[in-house]
């Protein structure tokens, strides 16, 4: 049996949390790589949460900046759990780091406060015109960029190819085109729940916690929205809606997805399906190196394209990389961002993390991932079904308390008895709280 | 009823320390006419008040700056609508307005009171078991007291982490127990109830071990000569357990029901790291509620601080309960 480095996480963000709440204030920061903290004239601060493999590439690319200006950036590193109130704590008492890594959707909730630096004099056509539009999009508020897209990360449909073999599944699509329908993967997985051992299921979601965006996914699939197109009131009541709702609330009534993996769950889908508990999982590319090493030679692993209806999809992941508003050298802090977004360094940081890049000049060529490299072009491709309309809806300020509305709304339909009229009901209630509408 | 004899400064008291019913009384100084020792002795008691303010200075400053000042600030939060980068303002009673009619709250609530009910008395009871059991002449009672004490020492995260081994539905050692004796496992995560018990299971687990050092340190205080007595006069071991060591056991008892039950309501990482408040909300205690409220993507720290103030008021109102009724029964 295996801890996951996520597991570990999130006790150790537990116990944060407890300490924060016990009312030691004070929020300490991880390593940091680089010179002087505080940044300021030939130097720049930052703070972000990486994985080892990101962190070294940030340390790396920080390294070859210095070589090239001459100014330090200095890097404190922090644990994800902390990274959000250390910042917002920062940004309030005015010792926020000129630099921060945020993700898209939380990105929102910072550039509509007015936080970050507005970044349209520092962003060439050289790289805007070579950004995917749906990322650049992801960015920007009222028009204008208050980041770059740093990487992009995504989730496909991992497999057991022995487990589907026994099923009689012998052939899965090698094109984005030639992805299941909803009605073939429904069968896929009846098959499957036919001749598997009660203890293993056929299919796990990446959809816990924090992840519970990832359900639009199915929405998007099913040709729904979750808002309107002005993005200010919700638009799930609808006949997608119901219908990518009742389909996922199947996958629990029917004993085809663990139950121990609703969206308020501790077991994340890629346990269940490196512990064996499952033949299949839409998991993210982030978390390819973790499965390759739990797994080891226990079992062959390959990706194939998530299921379509309407339309494939896409879920956003990803982060981008901000200034501050209280940058002291806004200038420097542009230099940093354009350096970081340059083709080669974009590579070699998605190569070394295992993520994608966001310029289309890296999406149409080969990328050497440090870990089973072979499974790159499908991910690559399942995130160009990302379209800015979904982007649109999954950045407005507000999400990141949508988000929550979801995982708890979801929690309730899925393993809570609540049935799919209400669900929808409930989630537009609450989408409409929160926008205003 | 005899009034007190006035203490007289100077008092001298036997060997033991106890102040002695037929101590000397000093005779009265004239008045005007300082003694020669009575400026040693004002110089003195001057010297031990500065030296008492010396040493609870510091404390009083850091509870201070790290508890009555947060409490009052949440307090505070609590009737404003503050999040750390969006509007802020005073928003008078609507967060308890809210709370009072937010179904999730009721039901955390409850699931605070289900918890506590669950583990005081189970901790406790075992604890006291357990003492009594290794206060005996037993053959590796060394052994038994570490091993039972062990989870007090390791951090809060670990024996979470443990439990979340235990009961892991998937690949879990308690299911793979089951199957292997070929059985069906338990869904200890996807039921409410059993993801309950989890965490019921777990965190008794980590406080036998403090109960029983709290009773076996009280046991080693009871005199011995009670129970020869007791023996004389024809007395069995459960009436000797019944009617002298559970009451002379008293004090402890009180100070592990208040200290137990503060911790149960405060409960936040065993519940975090296994469970996550879920299945639903069937394990989501108040404290983790209040964590999702401020510190999730939310930031809502005005409803969290007013989750917070609830807890507060609980917990002080139910320890002051336990402190009057003991003071009650102390009386008659």
């Known amino acids: 049996m295996e801890i996951s480095r996520r597991t570990l996480l999130r006790g150790a963000a537990g116990l944060s949390g407890a300490a924060m709440l016990s009312g030691c204030a004070g929020f300490s920061g991880g390593g940091s790589a680089g010179g002087d903290a505080g940044g300021g004239g030939d130097s720049l601060s930052m703070v972000t949460w990486a994985s080892d493999a990101e962190q070294a590439a940030f340390t790396r690319l920080a390294q070859a900046f210095q070589e090239r200006s001459g100014a330090v950036v200095d890097i404190r590193f922090v644990p994800y759990a902390e990274m959000f109130t250390t910042i917002d704590a920062q940004l309030q008492d005015g010792s926020a780091p000129d630099l921060f890594r945020v993700d898209y959707t939380s990105l929102g909730s910072y550039s509509s406060t007015d936080q970050l630096l507005d970044l349209s004099d520092h962003l060439d056509e050289e790289l805007t015109g070579d950004l995917v539009p749906a990322f650049y999009e992801a960015v920007k508020f009222e028009g204008r960029p208050y980041g770059v897209p740093h990487q992009t990360d995504t989730t496909a449909t991992i497999y057991r190819p022995d487990l589907l073999r026994e099923a009689g599944i012998t052939a899965v699509p090698d094109r984005l085109e030639d992805a299941w329908t909803w009605e073939e993967f429904d069968g896929i997985l009846t098959r499957l729940k036919a001749r598997l051992p009660d203890d293993v299921a056929p299919y796990s979601y990446m959809w816990q916690q924090a992840g519970a965006f990832r359900w639009l996914n199915w929405l998007f699939q099913a040709g729904g929205r979750l808002l309107d197109e002005d993005l200010t009131a919700a638009a799930i009541d609808s006949e997608a809606g119901r219908k990518a709702l009742a389909v996922t609330r199947g996958l629990y009534e029917r004993g085809l997805v663990p139950a121990n993996t609703s969206p308020k769950s501790s077991v994340y889908a890629d346990d269940a399906f490196v512990g064996g508990k499952t033949a299949m999982g839409a998991l993210g590319n982030f978390v390819l190196p973790a499965v390759d090493t739990a797994v080891g030679s226990r079992f062959d692993w390959a990706v194939t394209y998530h299921p379509q209806d309407v339309r494939a999809a896409s879920d956003l992941g990803g982060n981008a990389l901000v200034a501050t508003r209280q940058a002291r050298n806004p200038e420097l802090a542009g230099e940093f961002l354009r350096f970081m977004m340059e083709p080669e360094n974009q590579k070699s940081f998605c190569e070394e993390a295992i993520e994608l890049p966001t310029r289309r000049s890296l999406t149409e060529s080969q990328l050497d991932f440090s870990v089973r490299p072979d499974l790159a072009p499908v991910y690559a491709q399942q995130a160009t079904t990302l379209t800015p309309e979904d982007v649109a809806q999954v950045t407005v300020p507000g999400f990141g308390r949508i988000n929550t509305a979801l995982q708890d709304e979801l929690e309730q339909c899925f393993v809570g008895g609540r049935s799919v009229d209400e669900t929808i009901t409930a989630i537009a209630e609450n989408v409409n709280g929160i926008t205003g509408a | ?332």
């Open chain 2, 1 to 332: 009823m005899a009034s007190p004899a006035p203490k007289k400064a100077g008092a001298e008291a036997d060997m033991d320390g106890l102040p002695g019913p037929a101590a000397p009384v000093p005779a009265a100084v004239p008045r005007g006419v300082p003694g020669p020792s009575s400026r040693g002795r004002g110089a003195r008691s001057l010297s031990t008040t500065a030296a008492g303010w010396a040493f609870v200075t510091p404390n009083l400053l850091v509870l201070a700056l790290f508890l009555f000042l947060p409490l009052v600030l949440t307090w505070v939060v609590s009737f404003q609508q503050a999040s750390p980068l969006g509007t802020q303002g005073w928003v008078g009673p609507d967060n308890y307005v809210r709370l009072l009619s937010d179904p999730v709250f009721w039901r955390v609530l409850l699931n605070s009171v289900v918890f506590t009910v669950l583990t005081v008395p189970v901790s406790i009871a075992l604890g006291l078991g357990l003492a009594v059991l290794l206060n005996a002449s037993l053959p590796g009672r060394a052994f038994f007291r570490t091993a039972i004490y062990l989870p007090i020492v390791l951090s809060n995260l670990v024996t979470s982490l443990m439990g979340l081994l235990l009961f892991n539905e998937g690949v879990g050692v308690l299911n793979d127990l089951l199957r292997d004796l070929g059985g069906a496992g338990l869904p200890w995560q996807s039921d409410g109830t059993l993801a309950m018990i989890s965490v019921v299971v777990m965190t008794i687990w980590t406080r036998v071990g403090f109960a029983m050092v709290i009773y076996l340190a009280a046991l080693q205080d009871v005199p011995q000569e009670l129970y020869e007595a007791a023996r004389l006069d024809g007395a069995g071991a459960w009436q000797q357990f019944r009617h002298l060591t559970l009451p002379l056991l008293s004090p402890s008892t009180l100070f592990l029901v208040v200290m137990n039950v503060i911790w149960s309501f405060q409960i936040f990482d065993v519940v975090y790291v296994m469970t996550g408040g879920g299945p639903g909300n069937a394990t989501s205690m108040l404290v983790t509620y209040a964590y999702e409220q401020g510190f999730g993507p939310a930031r809502d720290f005005g409803y969290g601080a007013t989750i917070g103030v609830v807890l507060f008021v609980l917990t002080l109102g139910l320890t002051a309960l336990q402190l009057r009724s003991r003071t009650g029964e102390d009386r008659t």
